[in-house]
């Protein structure tokens, strides 16, 4: 069965950091892709940034600096470092990964994201 918990989210103000992990079952250790999304109230699910088995990542314009994926494949476990957070950076936080099935490929889009977390809450004040 493949399990995403996210955690680490909270509240913030304008300027700090926070760290979010994903800890993800072993079925994913051969997904060649994993991911962050976020989604803010009325608006649609949008790429945070992706890495694939070989390290290599993308980011969206809009986090492009500030924030940065890794995984540590020991433990299995997706993390997303946010820095210079801002109140656009506000939304519930998402980790997924493509299904094995899906070989390698690793865009930066909800698409082809197979497994889906439950989702962390990120609420950035000014």
């Known amino acids: 069965q493949v399990q995403l918990v996210e955690s680490g989210g909270g509240s913030v103000q304008t300027g700090e950091s926070l760290t979010l992990s994903c800890a993800a079952s072993?079925?994913?250790?051969?997904?060649?892709?994993m991911g962050w999304f976020r989604q803010a109230p009325g608006k649609e699910r949008e790429a945070v940034a992706v890495?694939?088995?070989?390290?290599?990542?993308l980011y969206a314009d809009s986090v492009e600096g500030r924030f940065t994926i890794s995984k540590d494949n020991d433990k299995n476990t997706l993390f997303l470092q946010m820095h210079s957070l801002k109140p656009e950076d506000t939304a519930t936080y998402y980790c997924?990964?493509?299904?094995?099935?899906?070989?390698?490929?690793?865009?930066?889009?909800?698409?082809?994201?197979?497994?889906w977390g439950k989702g962390t809450l990120v609420t950035v004040s000014s």
């Open positions: 890495i694939d088995s070989d390290g290599d990542t």
């Open positions: 072993s079925y994913t250790r051969n997904s060649y892709c």
């Open positions: 997924a990964a493509v299904g094995p099935q899906r070989g390698r490929i690793c865009p930066l889009g909800t698409y082809p994201m197979d497994y």
